[in-house]
């Protein structure tokens, strides 16, 4: 997929996970935002990071949120800052 679409997807999430225009679906929002996120839309994961801190359209996992809020770090740092680090010894920053 690219970029374009990635990004296309991750905002399509958002208007329906907020019911924005069109009648609000949480569940089908997170599914999309997912595969936004695998793709490596980091945008995506701080949505993600949101609902599994909310329980909102999936079920609530802090563990989960801390790790979506951090995802953007690691693309982050392995695409445009290499010395950038999310401050973890995470294999995805030790590259």
Known sequence: MEQ??????????YLLYYGLGISPDQVRGVSLWKQAAALGQPEAHFHLGDAALTGVGTRADTAEAVGRYRAPLHLLS??????????????????
Do not use: F, L
């Open 4 to 13: 374009g679409n990635v990004d296309a997807t991750n905002n399509y999430a």
């Open 78 to 95: 392995s695409r445009t800052i290499p010395s950038m680090a999310c401050g973890q010894r995470c294999k995805e920053c030790a590259s």
